[in-house]
T-cell receptor, first 114, second 111 residues
Framework: EDQVTQSPEALRLQEGESSSLNCSYTVSGLRGLFWYRQDPGKGPEFLFTLYSAGEEKEKERLKATLTKKESFLHITAPKPEDSATYLCAVQARLGGTSYGKLTFGQGTILTVHP | EAEVAQSPRYKITEKSQAVAFWCDPISGHATLYWYRQILGQGPELLVQFQDESVVDDSQLPKDRFSAERLKGVDSTLKIQPAELGDSAMYLC?????????FGPGTRLTVT
């Protein structure tokens, strides 16, 4: 069974204080690892897809990296508007061209204080 | 920018009543997913469609939940009868390939 564990559960930062969020996973053949941002009362917003160990993706103050067992979301010089819940999910490799379900972690609640 | 549409955004219902949610995916997305998200947890898949066919409904409580996508475009998720434990956010997502794009969700409260 695919499993995703995120840490820490909650993270409080001062504006400009860089940090990292962790996502540990076990999956029977990884097709992709996904990061989403979710604001309160809204649906998850797609951020990144990582497909293989060693891959890195960047978007503004966010950088995602992937190893064979975990992924990190690095936040550089965060601003209050970066406050949200960050969700990590894995998609297992299926046969043919089927696109399977995402298995999510419980999320990390990030709060950035001005 | 194309988005996944869902309605209603909020629904309050009494237990034992029937409730239905509607989703319109991004145009051209053949795969549609319904997820349920309990407060403080990540979303969990209820059902996945490829066009009008169900691909995965292994986690759908079939005694009370049903889902359809008759013409392979929009979809409806129904709960009958609703129970207190069904209170959650119901999210619809669609995909063309690997990335799934989510709608705003329907917040269901069962009293």
């Amino acid at each position: 069974e695919d499993q995703v564990t995120q840490s820490p559960e909650a993270l409080r930062l001062q504006e400009g204080e860089s940090s990292s969020l962790n996502c540990s996973y076990t999956v029977s053949g990884l097709r992709g690892l996904f990061w989403y941002r979710q604001d309160p009362g809204k649906g998850p917003e797609f951020l990144f897809t990582l497909y293989s160990a060693g891959e890195e993706k960047e978007k503004e103050r966010l950088k995602a990296t992937l190893t064979k067992k975990e992924s990190f979301l690095h936040i550089t010089a965060p601003k209050p508007e970066d406050s949200a819940t960050y969700l990590c999910a894995v998609q297992a490799r299926l046969g043919g061209t089927s696109y399977g379900k995402l298995t999510f972690g419980q999320g990390t609640i990030l709060t950035v204080h001005p | 920018e194309a988005e996944v549409a869902q309605s209603p955004r909020y629904k309050i219902t009494e237990k034992s009543q029937a409730v239905a949610f509607w989703c319109d995916p991004i145009s051209g997305h053949a795969t549609l997913y319904w997820y349920r998200q309990i407060l403080g947890q990540g979303p969990e898949l209820l059902v996945q469609f490829q066009d009008e066919s169900v691909v995965d409904d292994s986690q759908l409580p079939k005694d009370r939940f049903s889902a359809e996508r008759l013409k392979g475009v929009d979809s409806t998720l129904k709960i009958q009868p609703a129970e207190l434990g069904d209170s959650a956010m119901y999210l619809c997502a669609s995909s063309f390939s690997y990335e799934q794009y989510f709608g705003p969700g329907t917040r269901l409260t069962v009293t």
